[in-house]
């Protein structure tokens, strides 16, 4: 072995590759009974790389390098493990290193084959792929979680005569986008149907297992949706026609993914013990039959009933949300018509709600293990319906962030409705994934962004 290599060295290895018989011990006595008189035994070989030379491609470590810590080698007996601790791989001394342990890399692998069937999926169902900036003056939430950008110069403006003069004090209100929605909504009023797969950013202090500050979101919108019965059948659409492409992906014969998916279950799952046969009939399962649908009060009144329900304020909690889902028979689960109240200014009101006129025609789709995957909604289309929604929920309409929003309506507008797909909990479903944290490369949480 050459001088200085270690754990996390690169090496070059030239040689030759050897035939080698393999044998498995818990097949050799199978085999043996099961071997008739007469026949030939036909082992298994493999190949092996019988070195004649080693390089070294790191180079001789420096002298900083090299006059390493006790923190140091901690990181690297660690990293050098067969199975290194999940909280070292998120913390910010593992996460420039983590590819490397093979569970993590078969998860980046695996995520890369679910964006392909996003984009094909979306492509099949006449979607065009559209791009949507995240520099935005608007909060389309109204949640006021949002990242704001500041610069570190002045900002040069245009003044009447053409010439352009510095100041400080206008257009501070730059955020991070919390969502593609509205510029979605004015494109796809001009192309009939889009979707972006794009960054988002939620400066929501949340530190749980399925909250990230920045994550990939699928957002569409279409014309062709003009009610919520019509938007829950194409969102049903899109999910089972993503989840049923990776089923064909696992099971095709030319495929890697089987293997990846097998070290993702055995590192990354709540279970661990998750066979690739276990995980892959809990999806199908769940497509064997329409997912359900219930109204926002008939879940509440059955969780009231349950003992489960604490309050609508703040809308359904993650252990109610599983409550519902296992309501209905551990499938994927529509809520719909929420009170006006918890969803934003843009959702339709419901004119068909029987519960209360006070509805929206809102919806969120609840999967098992997860809850809330997708959150959709019929879009209101009249321009003062609007306007007032904006004032109640204290926007202007009359600002630049919300007045090209209130002109939409009219000039060609028409009845649209749209949905965001959260794609990393998508991950954490479609691969029994536990912690968000490790379904992306480098996880970004609100105070923990480390590089």
């Known amino acids: ?20 018989p393999l044998r498995r011990r818990h097949q050799q006595q199978e085999d043996e009974e099961e071997q008739k008189p007469g026949e030939k035994e036909t082992p298994e070989v493999t190949l092996e790389l019988v070195a004649d030379v080693i390089r070294n491609l790191s180079g001789q470590p420096s002298a900083e390098i090299g006059s390493t810590t006790d923190a140091d080698h ?33 998860l980046l692998r695996l995520r890369a084959a679910c964006k392909s069937i996003v984009h094909r999926v979306m492509q099949e169902r006449a979607y065009l792929e559209v791009d949507t900036p995240i520099l935005t003056r608007t909060d389309c939430e109204g949640a006021g979680e949002t990242f704001l950008i500041q610069s570190t110069k002045p900002t040069l403006s245009a003044t009447p005569d053409g ?24 494109l796809a009023l001009g ?24 994550f990939l979101m699928l957002e569409a919108e279409s014309v062709l949706l003009d009610s919520s019965a019509a938007l829950c059948t194409e969102m049903e659409t899109i999910v089972a026609s993503i989840v049923s492409s990776f089923l064909e992906k696992l099971d095709s014969r030319a495929s890697d993914l089987p293997k990846d998916l097998h070290l993702v279950l055995s590192y990354l799952s709540e279970s ?70 918890m969803k934003p200014f843009y959702c339709a009101s419901s004119s068909t709600a029987k519960e209360s006129p006070a509805c929206v025609q809102a919806v969120d789709l609840l999967v098992p293990d997860i809850g809330e995957l997708i959150g959709g909604s019929v879009r209101e289309t009249d321009h003062s319906t609007l306007a007032a929604k904006m004032l109640r929920q204290g926007l202007n309409p009359q600002s ?8 939409l309506r009219g000039h060609g507008g028409a009845p649209h409705a749209g949905f965001g797909l959260g794609f990393d909990r ?26």
């Open 191 to 214: 192309m009939g149907r889009v979707y972006s797969l794009s960054p988002t950013f939620r400066a929501e202090p949340s530190h749980s297992r399925f909250h990230l500050a920045e």
């Open 74 to 106: 901690s990181l690297l007996g660690a990293m050098s493990a067969s199975r290194p601790k999940l909280g070292l791989l998120r913390s910010d001394r593992g996460l420039a290193w983590r590819h490397r342990v093979p569970e993590m890399a078969a």
């Open 1 to 20: 072995m050459p001088e200085h290599v270690a754990v996390g060295s690169a090496v070059s290895v030239r040689g030759r590759l050897v035939l080698r």
């Open 272 to 341: 661990l013990n998750s066979s690739i046969a276990e995980h892959t009939a809990k999806l199908r399962r769940m497509l064997l039959q329409p997912f359900a649908k219930v109204t926002f009060t008939e879940a509440t009144n059955y969780l009231q009933k349950a003992g489960r329900f604490r309050s609508s304020d703040g809308g359904l909690s993650k252990e109610e949300e599983q409550k519902i889902c296992h309501w209905v028979g551990d499938r994927p689960v529509f809520v719909t018509d929420f009170p006006a109240s």
């Open 163 to 186: 010439s352009g003069e510095l100041h400080s004090e206008e257009n501070t209100d730059v955020h991070l986008t919390v969502s593609a929605q509205l510029h979605l909504e004015a």
């Open 426 to 451: 998508l991950l954490l479903w479609i691969l029994g994934v536990y912690n968000i944290r490790d379904t992306v490369p480098f996880p970004r949480e609100l105070e923990k962004i480390y590089m």
């Open 400 to 407: 630049p962030s919300m007045a090209w929003y209130l002109g």
